[in-house]
């Protein structure tokens, strides 16, 4: 008698299993659908239109929980969510590992890197073809990071099905980054941006105020409530204008200091826009730097509606369109100041 019939081949028990995880994901769903039309019941929804954020909502009202770690508090999801997918089988009928890279215990992870690497090699023979035919490079043919980050380790361990430690993220961090630094990097953008996710855009998520006009045809906007310690500041532009400034009915010198000044002007230099604007601003609260910084992002976020899109973008990633939420630190009991220490003496 054969081992074949004896045993069952490979292809045959990857079947079983597939089968066995396919019965208990639609039992699960099943009780899901169930439970889900109960929740909608108890709580006057409609079950069809009920979201998942409807369903977190009505559990945490449902039963309060005040368990620390949120992963421990009751929940109901889809079990889809609760049970991610696995690997499946990943052997021939002869038993010989699909992968040549199986044995390495994380084949999807390896085979990543292996991939960069490759790009990378490919990437340096081409450049030494430049090179040796004297073609100039610029700037354009490296990729632009700015604007999007790495997935983080979780999901790349969702991505490729495969548990990654913490040295193997950092790992794949810098081969990434390493590959994303060549000269020619925009040939392998597709492969780089795989890994990596869009920032959230708040700058572009957020509705810039169409310019209201004056009885003269002059175009303003106004913002209000800018921020910054404990100042608040009121922010209106004009345009055009001549450059002129009315900061609590005074003009630039209400601010003494040249920090000040320049912190202030530093939006209409950004965005080549001083001298054609009149900016008038209402300051209360806070001290100078606090009434400065106020005027500055309340200025920022007014001049939004006179640039394009690109230099609102350009705003973002300078930092001018970002509320500054520090504070000053509080004075430490037992010591001069919040960081400062009294002088040490041996005796």
Not at 13 to 19: A, D, E, F, V, Y
Not at 43 to 64: G, W, Y
Not at 264 to 278: H, M, N
């Amino acid at each position: 008698m054969s081992n074949q019939t004896l045993f069952p081949s490979n292809n045959m028990i990857t079947l079983i299993i597939i089968g066995i995880r396919d019965e208990f994901m639609k039992k699960q769903n099943t009780e899901f659908q169930i439970g889900r039309r109960h929740l909608a019941n108890i709580m006057s929804m409609d079950a069809d239109t009920m979201t998942q954020e409807d369903i977190d909502q009505a559990i945490e009202f449902l039963f309060p929980s005040g368990l620390y770690e949120p992963r421990a508090r009751p929940m109901m999801k889809s079990p889809e969510l609760i049970f991610p997918p696995k690997k499946a089988a990943e052997f021939d009928e002869s038993g010989r590992p699909y992968h040549s890279l199986f044995y390495t215990m994380n084949p999807n992870f390896y085979g990543l890197l292996q991939e960069a690497v490759t790009e990378y090699v490919n990437l340096n023979k081409e450049e030494d073809n430049m090179i040796r035919k004297r073609i100039s490079f610029n700037s354009d043919m490296k990729i632009i990071l700015s604007g999007s980050d790495w997935l983080s380790q979780e999901k790349l361990s969702n991505l490729l099905i495969e548990q990654i430690d913490d040295a193997q993220y950092e790992q794949f961090k810098n081969v990434m980054l390493r590959l994303a630094e060549h000269p020619l990097s925009n040939k392998v953008k597709d492969f780089i941006m795989k890994y990596r996710y869009s920032l959230v855009n708040e700058a572009a998520l957020a509705e810039i105020p169409k310019p209201s006009y004056e009885k003269d045809g002059r175009a303003y906007v106004t913002f209000k409530g800018a921020r910054r310690k404990n100042a608040y500041a009121d922010v209106t532009v004009h345009m055009p204008g001549t450059g002129k400034f009315l900061i609590n009915d005074c003009d630039i010198e209400y601010f003494q200091d040249i920090q000040s000044r320049e912190q202030i002007t530093f939006p209409l230099i950004f965005t080549a826009l001083l001298g054609k604007v009149d900016v008038t601003a209402t300051a209360i609260q806070g001290g100078t730097t606090g009434q400065s910084g106020a005027v500055r992002f309340g200025l920022a976020m007014a001049l939004r509606s006179f640039v394009d899109d690109k230099m609102v973008e350009r705003m973002r990633l300078a930092g001018l369109l970002q509320v500054d939420w520090r504070t000053r630190e509080r004075k430490k009991p037992g010591q001069p100041g919040a960081r400062r220490k009294p002088t040490w003496k041996a005796r």
